[in-house]
Nanobody
Framework: QVQLVESGGGLAQPGGSLRLSCAAS????????MNWVRQAPGKGLEWVSG????????YYADSVKGRFTISRDNAQNTVYLQMTSLKPEDTAVYYC?????????WGQGTQVTVSS
């Protein structure tokens, strides 16, 4: 079965950096686009970034453009989100997401807290 396991969250200071990882299994990772989606306290889901199956194209929400970088390693079945210049408003649970045959798959999420 599809499994997505996020890691790398934690506490960072404003202006700091974190790198999130999402380890995937149970499907042909190299055939699917992947996304990062976040949910801030008391708010709905917000799409953050996406990457094509071969990594050739990447997309970002305006709120993170220029600060976050998505990448993937198809040999390791892992997608990453490098986050720099973090702001308090980046505080959220970050989820790895994949869509297959009209169904969304999600990891358990990893908490990112940006605070001094």
């Amino acid at each position: 079965q599809v499994q997505l396991v996020e890691s790398g969250g934690g506490l960072a200071q404003p202006g700091g950096s974190l790198r999130l990882s999402c380890a995937a299994s149970g499907f042909t990772f190299s055939s699917y686009a992947m996304n990062w989606v976040r949910q801030a306290p008391g708010k709905g889901l917000e799409w953050v970034s996406g990457i094509y199956s071969d990594g050739s194209e990447t997309y970002y929400a305006d709120s993170v453009k220029g600060r976050f970088t998505i990448s993937r390693d198809n040999a390791q079945n892992t997608v990453y989100l490098q986050m720099t210049s973090l702001k308090p408003e980046d505080t959220a649970v970050y989820y790895c997401n994949m869509e297959r045959a009209g169904r969304d798959y999600w990891g358990q999420g990893t908490q990112v807290t940006v605070s001094s």
